[in-house]
């Protein structure tokens, strides 16, 4: 799908700002569980997660939603959040961006936490 998602334009494209502790905890994530990494999160949203970007994807019909790509983590500090854009490409994805991460928050915490038992 990553090959393809390249041929659709987003319909916006926003400059945001990744809090460091979940950024930090994807990227122990695909260090300690895989790389890539895909998440089944609420509402059939399919979230694929890679050292480039963090995909979301309308399940069944793999549809994107919203893309978090082009990350400037080079030269920043552990606790420094982490600039990047935000690609969206439906109109409620705006809407279901935050939902989503704290989703993916809840989900690698717990997969993170079964490793350390």
């Known amino acids: 799908m990553a090959g393809s ?4 334009p987003p319909l916006r494209s926003l400059p945001v700002t990744l809090d460091a502790v979940r950024y930090n905890r994807v ?16 509402r059939g949203i ?9 995909l979301c994807l309308l399940g069944a019909h793999e549809l994107p939603l919203v893309e978090w790509a082009e990350f400037a983590a080079a030269g ?8 990047c854009i935000m690609h969206l490409y439906h109109v409620q994805a705006g809407l279901i961006s935050g939902q989503s991460l704290e989703s993916m928050d809840v ?11």
């Open 5 to 8: 998602l390249r041929d659709i």
């Open 46 to 54: 399919d979230m694929f997660l890679g050292g480039s970007s963090w």
């Open 107 to 117: 989900l690698l915490e717990a997969r993170l936490a079964a490793l350390r038992r």
């Open 27 to 42: 990227r122990l994530a695909l260090r300690r569980l895989s790389n890539p990494l895909h998440l089944e999160l609420p």
């Open 76 to 83: 920043r500090g552990l606790n420094d959040p982490v600039p």
